[in-house]
């Protein structure tokens, strides 16, 4: 662990103490951490890398023929999908993770069809590095 002193201007640093106490970090230098993985991440996915992350999928399993649609497509991207869960939230509700490992155009090509299939209520990709 290295120390290093970093200079802010007042609003930037009103704006780091702002970060620490609406994500509850224990300090500054953790929020620093955070902040300097989170655009290392968003680099590696810039550059096309192997990379990792997770799709969230909530849909209305009322829909017709969603759930093989959806299924058809992960099937033509098998060689990114780890593997995936699905539970009910309600009587029409279901929510789909989908954990996903590759490069970071195919897998965001992956995550933009399933989340346009007709039924589908919300989608999210939350990227990480692998």
């Known amino acids: 662990m290295k120390r290093f002193g970093v200079s802010l201007e007042d609003e930037l640093l009103l704006e780091l103490d702002r970060l620490v106490e609406r994500h509850h970090f224990p300090n500054r230098s953790r929020a620093i951490r955070h902040l300097i993985s989170r655009h290392s991440v968003r680099e590696d996915w810039k550059a096309n890398r192997i990379v ?51 490069k970071a155009t195919e897998i965001r090509e992956l995550a933009d069809m399933l989340i346009a299939v007709k039924g589908v209520v919300h989608g999210d990709l939350v990227m990480s590095r692998c």
């Open 52 to 102: 990792s992350g997770c799709l969230v999928l909530v849909y209305d399993h009322h829909r017709p023929d969603i759930q093989n649609t959806l299924t058809s497509i992960q099937h033509r991207y098998h060689h990114l999908v780890l593997c995936s869960q699905h539970v009910h939230l309600d009587h029409s509700n279901c929510l789909e993770t989908i954990v996903l490992k590759g």
